[in-house]
């Protein structure tokens, strides 16, 4: 009896009216159209589109060569199909919707005659069937496509070996094109191989960020902030069925950002589509499995082993199933290892999994499997939610260690903090472990505490060997805190407590004890002594084999060279730890994000654009997953003084602020405090009253007595002091400075303190005593490619390297070719500083322009020089020097031209 055909599967499905138009999908199937690939397979799971796309395809221009036209023979499948007589007659079916006509060797339509021979109560053999099929097939002169859509339905091994016999001869002017839930059983690996297979998966069909806002806002009209766009779409992971089920959610929703922070897989709608579609598909083996393991954040075979306690080998097979099967699983490698469960799926997974009494023993067997493999982190979570907490303490001890010698004690502390008192105070060790990753973290008043109860536990051990290492370390850690806060009197008593409970053999303690006590050295300024009690530290490390320890401590070695003036020793210190780091993998990789941040910086210094750009970008990748506690500091602290020297304050002054908030006081002393950097920003901007607010808050005077700490801040009252004309001990403040930094050897810190001096003689008509301490600036800088540090002082420091290179007879003075090259750097700058500073404001001036001010800010739009303004006015050079830098503040500008167009933009002019 003939198979009755619903011409329905045989429809092909129109495009929708409003769909996302997926333009890098199509190119990549027409890409397999023209390079002669025989089958297209697009396999995802359940709500990713793939009916969708393969209409959208066939609808548009597809590469066929010449013909009558675009061909193409669809048939929808469904269960009923894995009846080899009735597919084959569907397939037969839809091949004569091709409507070919007059084809040569021909009497009837596409397989008409096999149809009867088909449905014969002796039948012939399937392959003689296709094979006869096949024929007719080659004789269609035209290229077309023929859809096998849902090809998931079947189940049927009779019906797979027909299509693999189909595609293993198949004309070359047909293309097969397999929209599946499921890998289909075809011989995929092969046709790989031999290069005639186009591929589209799950992670090619999911949303970009850009499609699912048309799809959110355009297709759905929802409107959707681009923050809260990308938070859905990483929330469903560019599932098109996710994203549409929650864009009917939020229909009417008054409050869409807090919709999607609450959209789970357990959402009704989510719950009701992936539990018809998808979880009640499934036998009761694997619905078991699945929602057994869907505790575990990642999945292999021998962890889902030891979870359900199966045979070897059973977790890996049913892996493998689950992901020939489409079933919501991602891998996370190549070698197919690891894998997770899509987020929405393993949330409804876990939802429908509950609280069985099984549900403790599954969390304590993957505890103890990943215990047993090394990974004490998630050992340590799954005790904590099995509610094992004795068990939790004890991993957490285990792990620190490893952890605090690879800088992820934040991390430690993260989960250790889920632990409740009881578990915690009886533990001498945790105790301090607790207290020395709360001293990491910049918070010693927390970490005292800690280290008061860990001495508390310890008052009933009389084992000597056991707690004289733990109060040698609770001594470190106190030598720490008090380093970190300030406290150098305490640093030295609690190192050497730390040495005298030390053991002789006890390496690692001894030396962090001793670098310990030579690192206040750098608190004090004495940067030689902190270099060689850094070597002596880095060498121990070294020979003890802790080289993630060596690699870190590279940065702040790189620091105090900076201070003294060694920009090229301090790249070579860096550089060589990166190199050391890349000889041991990624997790050492991670320290080196200080590193890079301190290159760009040197490159941006010595002006090497492109060195800056390379470092910046390798930074800021590595900067997302570093475990350095300071990292947020310093990448806003890096940021705020390129946008500086870029002339965008009001942003250097934000990213100030972001700093400032992200701040942990470690053992590197603060050289340059974030509101004295604001204050002297603010002074650029001609803000001199908020400086000025700074200096009162402070207290400062130039009388005051200056160390090494407050080296910075009373360069920043010069400078106030400068811009407000009151010279008064401004020359004995800075002299005092200067010869601090000179016996100490801060060759960098020397170069800003005569630049300072240089433009306080300026203002003060003192030229000869101006050039020459800016001679001896350009001495000391000149080996070290310095640029940056003039170029940033603006138009009132480019004037008086200027007059030095005029005022200098000698034409072949040392200096004059690298003066030249400052001057260059100045004129690469200016119209970049000139966009940013003046274009884009429009705000009121904000400390008014005196009557005399105005008066040479009208000369200078005239474009007289500053002799001739003096003249006219009667004036010293120097006043009119003077007069020209509190104008230029007051206007926030760099040079001449920006003052005026500024003053134009104010109606000053």
């Not at 003689?761 to 050039?771: D, K, M, R, T």
Request: hydrophobic share 45%; net charge negative.
């Amino acid at each position: 009896m003939s198979t009755a055909i619903l011409a329905t599967k045989l429809y092909i499905l129109p495009p929708r009216a409003k769909v996302v138009l997926r333009p890098r999908l199509i190119e990549k199937l027409n890409d397999g159209l023209s390079s002669g690939h025989k089958v297209t397979v697009i396999s995802a799971p359940a709500g990713f589109g793939k009916t969708t796309l393969v209409s959208e395809w066939v609808a548009s221009p597809l590469p066929l060569g010449e013909g009558l036209g675009v061909r193409v023979a669809w048939l929808s499948l469904d269960e009923g199909d894995n009846d080899p007589v009735r597919f084959i007659s569907y397939l037969i079916a839809a091949l004569q919707t091709l409507a070919v006509s007059e084809v040569e060797g021909l009497k009837a339509g596409i397989g008409e005659g096999l149809l009867a021979a088909l449905h014969a109560s002796q039948s012939p053999q399937t392959e003689t069937i296709l094979t006869s099929l096949l024929n007719e097939i080659s004789l269609i002169p035209q290229r077309f496509l023929l859809v096998l859509d849902d090809y998931h339905a079947i189940d049927s091994q009779a019906v797979d070996s027909a299509l693999s016999f189909l595609v293993e001869h198949q004309p070359p002017q047909m293309h097969l094109v397999i929209a599946s839930r499921e890998d289909p059983s075809l011989p995929l690996s092969r046709l790989r191989v031999r290069g005639q297979l186009t591929e589209l998966r799950a992670a090619d069909l999911r949303f970009t960020p850009t499609e699912a806002a048309d799809f959110l806002n355009r297709m759905m009209g929802l409107n959707l902030s681009a923050e809260d766009i990308a938070a859905l779409e990483a929330r469903t992971e560019g599932w098109v069925a996710g994203l549409q089920l929650a864009a009917l959610s939020m229909q009417g929703q008054a409050d869409p950002t807090r919709f999607i922070k609450s959209f789970t897989g357990s959402h009704r709608f989510v719950l009701d589509y992936l539990l018809e579609e998808v979880l009640e598909r499934q036998p009761a083996e694997i619905q078991n499995f699945l929602l057994r393991t869907s505790i575990l954040e990642r999945l292999c075979g021998p962890l889902c082993e030891a979870v359900l306690e199966t045979p070897p080998g059973g977790g890996q097979s049913t892996l493998e199933e689950l992901e020939h099967a489409n079933l919501f699983l991602v891998p996370l490698d190549d070698e197919r290892r690891w894998y997770r469960y899509h987020h929405l799926f393993g949330e409804l997974l876990r939802q429908r999994l509950g609280q069985p009494r099984e549900l403790a023993s599954y969390h304590m067997r993957a505890s103890a499997w990943y215990e047993v493999n090394d990974d004490l982190a998630k050992a340590f979570h799954h005790a904590f939610a099995a509610g094992d907490f004795e068990r939790g303490a004890y991993l957490a001890e285990a792990g620190w260690q490893g952890m605090e010698r690879n800088f992820q004690t934040a991390a430690w502390l993260g989960w250790v903090k889920k632990l409740p008192a009881a578990a915690i105070y009886s533990r001498p060790r945790l105790c301090y472990q607790l207290g020395s990753a709360f001293s990491d973290a910049g918070e010693p008043e927390t970490s005292e505490a800690y280290l008061q109860n860990a001495e508390r536990a310890l008052t009933g051990v009389t084992d000597q060997t056991e707690a004289k290492p733990l109060l040698a370390n609770i001594a470190l850690v106190r030598a720490n805190n008090a380093q970190n806060q300030g406290d150098l009197a305490g640093t030295v008593k609690y190192a050497e407590l730390a040495l005298q409970f030390a053991a002789e053999d006890d390496l690692y303690i001894r030396a962090q004890a001793v670098v310990t006590l030579e690192l206040t050295h750098w608190a004090t300024g004495n940067l030689d002594a902190s270099l060689r009690a850094m070597r002596t530290w880095t060498d121990d490390m070294q020979r003890l084999g802790n080289q993630v320890f060596v690699i870190a401590s590279a940065f702040a070695v790189a620091d105090m060279q900076v201070v003294m003036g060694r920009l090229g020793e301090a790249e070579t210190t860096l550089k060589q730890a990166i190199q050391q780091a890349a000889t041991l993998g990624q997790e050492a990789e991670l320290v080196t994000a200080h590193h890079h941040l301190g290159l760009a910086l040197l490159a941006h210094e010595q002006g090497d654009d492109e060195a800056v750009a390379g470092h910046w970008q390798t930074a800021a990748e590595l900067g997302k997953t570093t475990t350095l506690v300071d990292w947020h500091c310093r990448w806003n602290l890096a940021q705020a003084r390129l946008k500086e020297s870029t002339g965008e304050w009001d942003a250097a002054l934000d990213l100030l602020d972001e700093a400032k908030r992200g701040y942990v006081k470690t053992v590197i002393p603060d050289l340059q405090p974030i509101d004295a950097h604001k204050a002297q920003i603010h002074l650029k901007q001609g803000r001199l009253d908020k400086a000025q607010a700074w200096v009162r808050e402070r207290g400062l005077s130039v009388t005051d007595e200056v160390n090494y700490l407050g080296e910075y801040e009373y360069l920043t009252l010069a400078r106030v002091l400068l811009i407000e004309g009151s010279f008064a001990g401004v020359n004995d403040l800075l002299e005092r400075v200067l010869a601090l930094a000179e016996t100490q050897k801060r060759t960098g810190s020397v170069i800003e303190i005569l630049l300072t001096q240089a433009l306080v003689h300026q203002v003060q008509g003192n030229e000869s005593q101006a050039l020459s301490a800016l001679e001896r600036a350009l001495t000391l800088a000149e080996p070290e490619g310095y640029l940056r540090t003039f170029v940033d002082e603006g138009e009132a420091l480019q004037s008086l390297i200027s007059d030095f290179r005029m005022t200098t007879t000698n034409r072949t003075h040392p200096l004059l070719g690298y003066v030249n090259e400052i001057l260059a750097a100045f004129s690469r700058t200016a119209e970049s500083i000139s966009k940013s500073t003046i274009t884009n404001q429009n705000s009121e001036i904000i400390e008014p322009l005196t009557d005399r001010e105005l008066e040479i800010l009208h000369l200078i739009a005239e474009g007289h020089s500053n002799a001739e303004i003096g003249q006219r006015l009667y004036l010293a050079l120097s006043t009119v020097k003077g007069h020209n830098l509190r104008i230029f503040n007051k206007l926030q500008a760099q040079n001449r031209t920006e003052a005026v167009v500024r003053a134009r933009e104010l109606g000053l002019l």
